[in-house]
């Protein structure tokens, strides 16, 4: 993404913001790889956002999402200095990460991961050190993938379901077994039992879910997806996980040069993200879970033959999960202290 572009998706999203009372969003810098440019190429990036929401009186705040392999020193320092997180992209220890996260010559990647992590999490980096991103691998061991993340103290990790749907399974799943529940399971089992500091993104979502609080994922509830794509090219997309589905399926065929957001937001797919318990298929509106599950991520919702109008390709695991932790939490909060039982994994 050149500056040019930079500044012009920068001016679209200020002026959305001013135009609709918003008065502090987040960006994410995601993969491809961020980092790729280096630490000019990040300065100069930050630098004209930073001169074009200040100019519009719009607070934000920066994440980038990233494998971690170009992290260095000097983009520590830049990142410190202004105040942006850097979170990795992670599936455990090098037996499992190594099987699908591997550089352009097809080598393992981890050992190289590992050495710039010993820099990232020292004393003088840990500030901006956002934890882990973790695509559940299913053979793995789940128990040593989270004792192996949980050996850099995250702040938090966030474990994905890998992104199939009802045209493309995922791995293990047959005959409407569970073995992603299964997995997860195991791992909310550790987590609760021995709270530790470090926050599961999707188990403190589940958790505040089943005692009523709105959903902060737009993979669980029916909260509303509110943020659009960027590309490199300054092409406003839809959800990008949406192009697993099918070709062309987050394209909206604007751009940041010719269209505004307010023009976006009117869109189908944008709609279609924003359109919560309307969005789902019959079986999902009419189930018990729907207003904690919400239907499971869009993406997982796909088939050719029905598009998004299908339960999550993971409904059996959802509903397995969410049944645990609700019969896990509510177990936990009889006659006990709600907060100090529940919220004290941060």
Known sequence: MTAEVASQAALNIARYCNSNSIKKIGIVFHGGEPL??????LAKIISTLENVFHKYAVKFYISIQSNGLLFSPEIGDLLLRKNVTLSISLDGPPVINDKNRIDHFG????NLLESKLHILTSSKYRKIFGGFLCVINIESNPILVLEYLLSYEPASIDFLLPDNNHDYLPLGMKNNNTIYAD????????WFSHKTKTNVRMFDVLIRSVLGQRSTMDSFGLTPMEFVVIETNGDIEGLDVLKTTYSGAARLGYNVFENTLDQVSSHAIIKLMQRGF???????RECSIVDICGGGYLP????????FDNPSVYCNDLMKLIVHIKNKVFS???GSNLNEKLFNHK
């Open 183 to 190: 997995w997860l399971i195991e791992i909310f089992d550790y």
């Open 107 to 110: 080598n393992p990647s981890t």
């Open 300 to 307: 997982h919702r796909y088939s050719t033959k029905s598009e």
């Open 278 to 284: 309307e969005s789902l298929c019959a079986e999902c």
């Open 36 to 41: 790729l440019g280096g630490a000019d190429y």
């Open 332 to 334: 936990e909060i009889k």
